[in-house]
């Protein structure tokens, strides 16, 4: 049995090695597919499609937020250094600028920011990205397990809201004799104020007629087994099922829908009005299950 996963999650690791502490952090909202954002630094771009593969076997709907930030430690950024003929290069185009300009002067620090203007000591980029992708491994672990937390959460929340509703199928199963009681006395007495005579036959099949006309067993039988489905064949199977729970929300409000509109009776009106909030009480769960 699959667990069942919410699309809202949120998973961090900080990891520190000799030349520094990098960070992932991933976070998703609901999608109705899976779309993926980066922010990754410059020059580890190319990590891109491997992460996207990865991503993409690991979950199937969610809008995610993936970033990478790099802190470089002490020791490499005292071995900073100049790359000086670049620098030549900028000051040169920028002094043939300044020429044509009035009053402007050369900023050092924007020349310091031109990019490969500042060099690190080199490092074994690859060793650096095969970390990058192992703890990339652990992020997603941590993210699946984050959205497994709270998908448990929404499945109790609507295992709830499904017990309620055939709590309520139950009160409208038990009310209907005293409905067809109460109709047959209304029918009668109507008949009565005419003060005609009716042929007792004509008068039986005129509730039976009446009674098809608000008889609610098989919205009742179908609402209960929706109710069976999805609790016994989605939510416990589990997995990408919030397609599927979807619909199983479409199937329960046009019953609720019939229900309310052959209802005569009070307490009839009441549960398909409650049915109709629980479900969609349920729907708006539903929309942050992958």
């Known amino acids: 049995m699959a667990a069942i996963h919410s699309m809202t999650a949120f998973a961090r690791r900080e990891t520190k090695a000799e030349w520094g502490t990098f960070t992932w952090e991933i976070r998703s909202v609901n999608q109705r597919f899976l779309e ?3 922010r990754l630094p410059e020059q580890y771009r190319g990590l891109e499609p491997v992460l996207r593969e990865k991503l993409r076997k690991a979950m199937q709907r969610g809008k995610l937020e993936i970033n990478l930030r790099i802190q470089d430690s002490e020791k490499s950024a005292s071995n900073l ?3 000086q003929d670049l620098v030549d290069q900028l000051c040169q185009h920028a002094q043939s600028i300044q020429a044509k300009l009035t009053g402007s002067q050369i900023n050092p620090v924007d020349i310091m920011r031109w990019p490969g203007v500042m060099q690190a000591e080199e490092q074994d980029l690859d060793t650096i990205q095969a970390l990058f992708l192992s703890e990339f491994d652990a992020l997603i672990q941590d993210f699946l397990a984050a959205r497994a ?3 448990q959460a929404l499945k ?3 295992e709830t809201r499904l017990n309620t509703i055939s709590e309520q199928v139950e009160i409208v199963r038990s009310e209907m004799p005293a409905v067809l009681i109460w109709q047959r006395e209304r029918l009668e007495t109507k008949l009565a104020d005419l003060k005609e005579q009716i042929d007792p036959a004509r008068l039986e099949q005129e509730l039976i007629m009446q009674a098809q006309r608000i008889d609610v067993a098989e919205e009742l039988d179908r ?3 929706h ?4 609790r016994d064949k989605v939510l416990k199977k589990g997995g990408a099922c919030g397609r599927r729970l979807d ?3 479409q199937e329960f409000n046009r019953e609720a829908n019939t229900l309310a509109s052959k209802s005569i009776n009070t307490t009839v009106t009441n549960a ?3 049915i109709k909030v629980l479900i969609e009480q349920m729907r708006e769960q539903i929309q942050n299950i992958e």
Do not use: Q, Y
């Open 81 to 83: 250094s100049i790359n």
């Open 156 to 158: 109790t929340l609507i």
């Open 272 to 274: 398909a009005v409650e």
């Open 149 to 151: 937390s709270e998908g």
């Open 223 to 225: 609402l209960d087994a």
């Open 247 to 249: 619909f199983m929300m």
């Open 36 to 38: 993926n954002h980066f």
């Open 227 to 230: 109710i069976a489905e999805t």
